[in-house]
Nanobody, 120 residues
Framework: QVLLLESGGGSVQPRESTRLSCTASGSFVQINSMGWYRQAPGKERVVVALMTNGGSATYTDAVQGRFTISRDNSKNTVYLQMNSLKAEDTAIYYC??????????????WGQGTQVTVAS
């Protein structure tokens, strides 16, 4: 079993910044890919940013240049620094991890989600 615990988020004004954190705990071999998805009201959940355990990052076009993902593999933690926030960034942000387990192969895990609201 893997638990992803998120922190950060809340309400911010346009053009401000905030940071999300997510720490994985449990028993596993390693975390392969780790990152963030988001789901806006009435829309599907979409990827925001992902990072491999080797440090390779990918971003959706909507956040490229504004958001930065980083990982601390020693702490099983991923961060999302969100700058120049816009109203359209308002969503529930979900931590995601692709985890290699000892006996059950590789599986997806999700956090419970944290709300980010961008409004003046």
């Amino acid at each position: 079993q893997v638990l992803l615990l998120e922190s950060g988020g809340g309400s911010v004004q346009p053009r401000e910044s905030t940071r999300l954190s997510c720490t994985a705990s449990g028993s596993f071999v390693q975390i392969n890919s780790m990152g963030w998805y988001r789901q806006a009201p009435g829309k599907e959940r979409v990827v925001v940013a992902l990072m491999t355990n080797g440090g390779s990052a990918t971003y959706t076009d909507a956040v490229q240049g504004r958001f930065t993902i980083s990982r601390d593999n020693s702490k099983n933690t991923v961060y999302l620094q969100m700058n120049s926030l816009k109203a359209e960034d308002t969503a529930i942000y979900y931590c995601y991890a692709l985890v290699e387990l000892y006996y059950d192969g590789i599986r997806d895990w999700w956090g419970q989600g944290t709300q980010v609201t961008v409004a003046s």
